[in-house]
Protein backbone atom coordinates (compact mmCIF):
# COMPACT_ATOMS: atom_id res chain seq x y z
CA UNK A 1 0.00 0.00 0.00
CA UNK A 2 1.63 3.35 -1.36
CA UNK A 3 0.23 6.62 1.62
CA UNK A 4 1.33 9.99 -0.18
CA UNK A 5 2.56 12.84 1.92
CA UNK A 6 1.41 15.75 1.64
CA UNK A 7 2.44 17.44 4.53
CA UNK A 8 5.83 18.52 5.82
CA UNK A 9 7.93 15.21 8.26
CA UNK A 10 8.38 17.07 11.89
CA UNK A 11 9.32 13.86 13.24
CA UNK A 12 9.09 9.97 13.58
CA UNK A 13 8.96 7.10 15.00
CA UNK A 14 9.59 2.99 14.93
CA UNK A 15 6.45 0.80 14.92
CA UNK A 16 7.26 -2.51 16.67
CA UNK A 17 6.30 -5.48 14.71
CA UNK A 18 3.08 -5.85 17.56
CA UNK A 19 1.49 -2.62 16.98
CA UNK A 20 1.79 -2.84 12.90
CA UNK A 21 0.12 -6.40 13.60
CA UNK A 22 -2.48 -4.78 15.33
CA UNK A 23 -3.37 -2.09 13.11
CA UNK A 24 -3.54 -4.33 10.00
CA UNK A 25 -6.17 -6.47 11.93
CA UNK A 26 -8.41 -3.62 12.72
CA UNK A 27 -10.99 -3.24 10.55
CA UNK A 28 -11.10 -0.43 7.87
CA UNK A 29 -13.95 1.30 9.00
CA UNK A 30 -12.99 1.62 12.52
CA UNK A 31 -9.69 2.76 11.62
CA UNK A 32 -9.38 6.84 12.53
CA UNK A 33 -9.62 9.12 9.54
CA UNK A 34 -6.03 11.02 9.29
CA UNK A 35 -6.59 14.83 9.28
CA UNK A 36 -4.57 17.65 8.54
CA UNK A 37 -4.39 20.45 11.16
CA UNK A 38 -3.56 22.80 8.14
CA UNK A 39 -6.01 25.32 6.81
CA UNK A 40 -7.28 24.44 3.40
CA UNK A 41 -6.20 27.17 0.80
CA UNK A 42 -6.22 27.69 -2.90
CA UNK A 43 -3.59 25.25 -3.27
CA UNK A 44 -6.39 22.74 -2.15
CA UNK A 45 -8.92 23.38 -5.30
CA UNK A 46 -8.06 21.01 -8.04
CA UNK A 47 -10.31 19.51 -11.15
CA UNK A 48 -11.50 16.42 -8.36
CA UNK A 49 -13.02 19.05 -5.90
CA UNK A 50 -16.70 17.99 -5.97
CA UNK A 51 -19.40 20.75 -6.12
CA UNK A 52 -21.37 21.36 -2.85
CA UNK A 53 -24.85 21.58 -2.81
CA UNK A 54 -24.98 25.32 -2.11
CA UNK A 55 -22.73 27.87 -2.69
CA UNK A 56 -22.09 31.52 -1.91
CA UNK A 57 -22.66 33.85 -4.44
CA UNK A 58 -23.12 37.41 -5.94
CA UNK A 59 -24.85 39.07 -8.85
CA UNK A 60 -23.95 41.92 -10.77
CA UNK A 61 -25.60 44.21 -13.01
CA UNK A 62 -24.04 45.30 -15.76
CA UNK A 63 -24.93 47.90 -19.02
CA UNK A 64 -22.68 48.61 -21.52
CA UNK A 65 -23.45 50.87 -25.10
CA UNK A 66 -22.85 47.56 -26.97
CA UNK A 67 -25.69 45.70 -25.98
CA UNK A 68 -29.20 46.88 -26.14
CA UNK A 69 -30.31 44.70 -22.46
CA UNK A 70 -27.81 44.72 -19.70
CA UNK A 71 -25.91 41.47 -18.40
CA UNK A 72 -26.01 40.16 -14.80
CA UNK A 73 -22.76 38.39 -14.51
CA UNK A 74 -23.10 35.91 -11.36
CA UNK A 75 -19.97 34.53 -9.51
CA UNK A 76 -20.18 31.73 -6.94
CA UNK A 77 -17.78 30.89 -4.06
CA UNK A 78 -16.94 28.21 -2.56
CA UNK A 79 -15.99 28.26 1.39
CA UNK A 80 -12.72 26.91 2.66
CA UNK A 81 -12.04 26.19 6.40
CA UNK A 82 -15.49 27.67 7.06
CA UNK A 83 -16.83 28.95 10.74
CA UNK A 84 -13.13 29.10 11.66
CA UNK A 85 -11.11 31.88 11.83
CA UNK A 86 -9.38 30.89 8.16
CA UNK A 87 -12.41 31.35 6.70
CA UNK A 88 -12.06 31.75 3.19
CA UNK A 89 -13.95 32.23 0.25
CA UNK A 90 -12.39 30.93 -3.35
CA UNK A 91 -14.49 31.85 -6.94
CA UNK A 92 -15.88 28.56 -7.82
CA UNK A 93 -17.97 29.48 -10.75
CA UNK A 94 -19.16 32.04 -12.85
CA UNK A 95 -22.65 32.69 -14.94
CA UNK A 96 -23.25 35.49 -17.45
CA UNK A 97 -26.93 35.81 -18.27
CA UNK A 98 -28.66 38.44 -21.04
CA UNK A 99 -31.50 38.98 -23.39
CA UNK A 100 -28.99 39.66 -26.02
CA UNK A 101 -28.09 36.57 -27.82
CA UNK A 102 -25.56 38.34 -30.10
CA UNK A 103 -22.84 37.26 -28.24
CA UNK A 104 -24.25 34.35 -26.44
CA UNK A 105 -21.91 31.55 -27.81
CA UNK A 106 -18.23 33.27 -27.05
CA UNK A 107 -19.95 34.11 -23.65
CA UNK A 108 -20.92 30.69 -22.45
CA UNK A 109 -17.27 29.20 -23.69
CA UNK A 110 -15.54 32.33 -21.77
CA UNK A 111 -17.23 31.45 -18.83
CA UNK A 112 -16.66 27.59 -18.72
CA UNK A 113 -13.29 28.38 -19.32
CA UNK A 114 -12.80 30.85 -16.45
CA UNK A 115 -14.79 28.28 -13.97
CA UNK A 116 -12.15 25.71 -14.90
CA UNK A 117 -9.55 27.95 -14.00
CA UNK A 118 -11.15 28.85 -10.55
CA UNK A 119 -11.20 25.04 -10.13
CA UNK A 120 -8.12 24.51 -10.67
CA UNK A 121 -6.84 26.55 -8.04
CA UNK A 122 -3.14 28.14 -7.45
CA UNK A 123 -3.10 32.17 -8.06
CA UNK A 124 -6.50 32.98 -9.93
CA UNK A 125 -6.11 36.42 -9.53
CA UNK A 126 -4.19 36.78 -13.05
CA UNK A 127 -7.56 36.19 -14.98
CA UNK A 128 -8.42 39.97 -14.11
CA UNK A 129 -5.35 41.46 -16.16
CA UNK A 130 -5.67 38.98 -18.97
CA UNK A 131 -9.08 39.96 -19.27
CA UNK A 132 -8.76 43.96 -18.57
CA UNK A 133 -6.31 43.88 -21.57
CA UNK A 134 -8.54 42.64 -24.22
CA UNK A 135 -9.15 45.50 -26.43
CA UNK A 136 -12.30 45.56 -28.86
CA UNK A 137 -11.04 46.55 -33.12
CA UNK A 138 -13.64 48.45 -32.98
CA UNK A 139 -13.04 50.73 -29.98
CA UNK A 140 -14.05 50.93 -26.56
CA UNK A 141 -16.48 52.85 -24.23
CA UNK A 142 -16.57 54.87 -21.51
CA UNK A 143 -18.57 54.07 -18.13
CA UNK A 144 -20.72 56.25 -16.09
CA UNK A 145 -17.74 57.64 -14.30
CA UNK A 146 -15.53 57.75 -16.88
CA UNK A 147 -13.87 54.96 -16.30
CA UNK A 148 -13.04 53.45 -19.87
CA UNK A 149 -13.39 49.83 -20.86
CA UNK A 150 -11.50 49.03 -23.63
CA UNK A 151 -13.87 45.93 -24.50
CA UNK A 152 -16.91 43.56 -23.70
CA UNK A 153 -13.87 41.13 -21.80
CA UNK A 154 -12.46 43.87 -20.13
CA UNK A 155 -16.07 44.37 -18.60
CA UNK A 156 -16.27 41.12 -17.16
CA UNK A 157 -12.57 41.37 -16.20
CA UNK A 158 -13.61 44.32 -13.69
CA UNK A 159 -16.72 43.01 -12.66
CA UNK A 160 -14.44 39.78 -11.53
CA UNK A 161 -11.70 41.79 -9.96
CA UNK A 162 -14.43 43.74 -8.13
CA UNK A 163 -15.72 40.37 -6.69
CA UNK A 164 -12.36 39.57 -5.90
CA UNK A 165 -11.70 42.56 -3.82
CA UNK A 166 -14.98 42.01 -1.71
CA UNK A 167 -13.92 38.91 -0.99
CA UNK A 168 -10.82 39.47 -0.02
CA UNK A 169 -8.65 37.83 -2.65
CA UNK A 170 -7.13 40.89 -3.87
CA UNK A 171 -5.61 43.81 -1.46
CA UNK A 172 -6.58 47.22 -2.13
CA UNK A 173 -4.17 49.46 -2.10
CA UNK A 174 -5.21 52.16 -1.90
CA UNK A 175 -3.02 55.82 -1.24
CA UNK A 176 -1.78 56.90 1.49
CA UNK A 177 -3.34 59.83 3.74
CA UNK A 178 -1.26 62.77 3.04
CA UNK A 179 -1.25 61.95 -0.66
CA UNK A 180 -5.73 61.56 -0.48
CA UNK A 181 -5.43 65.06 1.21
CA UNK A 182 -3.43 66.66 -1.43
CA UNK A 183 -5.61 65.02 -4.19
CA UNK A 184 -8.78 66.21 -2.47
CA UNK A 185 -7.26 69.68 -1.99
CA UNK A 186 -6.42 69.94 -5.83
CA UNK A 187 -9.10 68.68 -6.75
CA UNK A 188 -11.22 71.34 -5.18
CA UNK A 189 -9.19 74.52 -5.79
CA UNK A 190 -10.09 73.34 -10.06
CA UNK A 191 -13.15 72.55 -9.37
CA UNK A 192 -14.12 76.33 -8.20
CA UNK A 193 -11.83 77.26 -11.35
CA UNK A 194 -13.96 75.41 -13.79
CA UNK A 195 -17.52 76.15 -14.93
CA UNK A 196 -19.17 72.55 -14.95
CA UNK A 197 -20.67 71.74 -18.77
CA UNK A 198 -22.99 68.74 -19.47
CA UNK A 199 -19.96 66.02 -20.33
CA UNK A 200 -18.76 66.83 -16.53
CA UNK A 201 -22.23 65.67 -14.81
CA UNK A 202 -21.12 62.36 -14.87
CA UNK A 203 -17.65 62.72 -13.30
CA UNK A 204 -16.43 64.34 -9.99
CA UNK A 205 -13.32 65.31 -11.75
CA UNK A 206 -12.78 68.69 -14.15
CA UNK A 207 -13.85 68.44 -17.97
CA UNK A 208 -10.71 68.94 -19.42
CA UNK A 209 -9.33 65.99 -17.68
CA UNK A 210 -7.56 63.12 -19.69
CA UNK A 211 -7.46 59.69 -19.59
CA UNK A 212 -5.19 57.66 -17.07
CA UNK A 213 -3.18 55.05 -18.21
CA UNK A 214 -3.67 53.28 -15.00
CA UNK A 215 -7.08 53.22 -13.99
CA UNK A 216 -8.66 54.52 -17.06
CA UNK A 217 -10.32 57.09 -15.52
CA UNK A 218 -10.82 60.65 -17.12
CA UNK A 219 -9.21 62.10 -13.90
CA UNK A 220 -5.22 63.46 -15.56
CA UNK A 221 -4.89 67.01 -14.90
CA UNK A 222 -1.82 69.00 -14.66
CA UNK A 223 -0.75 69.39 -11.24
CA UNK A 224 2.29 71.85 -9.84
CA UNK A 225 3.74 71.88 -13.20
CA UNK A 226 3.16 67.97 -13.73
CA UNK A 227 0.68 65.55 -14.94
CA UNK A 228 -1.25 63.73 -12.42
CA UNK A 229 -4.09 61.04 -12.08
CA UNK A 230 -6.93 62.80 -9.39
CA UNK A 231 -8.52 59.56 -8.96
CA UNK A 232 -5.24 57.15 -8.10
CA UNK A 233 -2.53 59.36 -7.99
CA UNK A 234 -0.36 58.26 -11.10
CA UNK A 235 1.97 61.07 -11.71
CA UNK A 236 4.47 61.33 -14.19
CA UNK A 237 7.08 63.02 -11.88
CA UNK A 238 7.33 59.54 -9.82
Known amino acids: MTIKITQKITG ?3 QSAEQANQALAKPELEREPIQSSLPLGLDSMNEMLERPEMLVGSTYKVRTPLTEHAMYITINDIILN ?7 RIPFEVFINSKSMDHFQWIVALTRIISAV ?3 GGDITFLVSELKSVFDPKGGYFKQG ?4 PS ?3 EIGDVIEQHMRIIGLIKNEGLGDIQKQMIEAKRKELQAKHIPTKDAKSTDFPSGATLCSKCLVNAVIMMDGCMTCLNCGESKCG
Open 82 to 88: QDTEHEQ
Open 146 to 149: GKYM
Open 152 to 154: LVA
Open 118 to 120: FRK
Open 12 to 14: FAV
